[in-house]
């Protein structure tokens, strides 16, 4: 309880702890609490700008979609419009080649029928003289009759 | 009985002598009876029941354990948070820094309150007196016997481990935020300023005597109730820790335990107290009147 030396040892000793800290131990501590806080405040803002890029670009995604939308349905309705119109050609040219390829059954049949008529005029004219003949049993001159036989072939 | 109200009596003075070594004058008469020969003598003050060296050393004597806890304390305080400072991240911290941090922002927090103007001294200040006064009183808590038992062992005879137990570590504290008011009233108002504000209210030119008087009497009054607020504290909170120690052994920690958890908030109390009003007082002394 007496007042003595200390007291001024203490004064000596309290000056030298509040220099130090001054000096060595609050400006450290207290920068980095500022640059924390910074740091923090960026971070922050960072992410709201991120917020509102993330908006834009939904919205810019949208956009697009709606936009591809409308591509894609003008490219299939394109699309559309030339499979009917390849699908209308192509029963234009088989209807064509259709009747291209009964002209030419009906052309073939024709002349299978004229040849046909044709064997069969030479054929009875034949058959005509043989029979004749028989008939006749008596030669008949061919030359003499054979107006006659043309004759009946022809109205065969 | 009366051996028993002895034996107390020397108990409770014992833990609260400090260990003084000064210069014992010439024929004075020591704890055992022996006479101080010629020229003095340089030694540790003993006392008993009738003699008291440490009085009689005077002023030209030191409290040893009261200057070594206080500046191990101190040293203690400064090397953690020094650490701390220089591994300090803006990053995220780590636990220790988190601790330091928090006390940091707190004090800053208190000094941002109250000091309004610009000076790179209150803070770091206001952090040192917070830290250290709380690291000082915190010795209240370890128990009263044990490091006075451990210095008893080593051949120390006393050992007073809590320093702002000590009138002269808080009245040093004091003083030394007594200077900085002073320094501060006249480095922001000149000495004809901080002359007018001691002698020109509160009653006007016509009472300057007594406004003069009023006036020191309250500045004085800073340092003097800053000390006396913490040491009455302190002391009282070891003097109840020293009487429940004399209680038998089983019964201690009924009552010891209820004060330990009571005095860690004086503890902190008292370290927060002292802290603001340096503050305030600085504050104070910034303002023009």
Redesign the interface.
Known sequence: ???????????I???F??V???K??????????E??K??IAEGLDAADRAERDLLAAKEQAEADMQDSKEQSAAIIEQANKRASQIVDEAKEAATAEAERIKLAAQADIEQEVNRAKETLRTQVAVLAIAGAEKILEASVDEAAHAKLVDKLAAEL | MATELMTSKSYISHHLTNLTFGKLPEGTTRYDGTIVGDGGVWTFAHSSATVNEAATMGFWAINVDTMFWSIALGILFLWLFRKVAVNATSGVPGKMQNFVESIVDFVEDNVNSIFSHKNALIAPLALTIFVWVFLMNLMDLVPVDWIPYIASQMGIPYMKVVPSTDINATLGMALAVFALIIYYSIKMKGVGGFMAELSLQPLGKWLLPFNLFLEIVGLIAKPISLALRLFGNMYAGEMVFILIALLPFWAQWVLSVPWAIFHILIITLQAFIFMVLTIVYLAMAHEEH
């Open positions: 309880m007496n007042i003595n030396l200390t007291i001024i040892g203490q004064i000793a309290f000056f702890f509040v130090f800290c001054m060595y131990v609050w400006p450290p501590i207290t920068a980095a609490l640059e924390r910074k740091k």
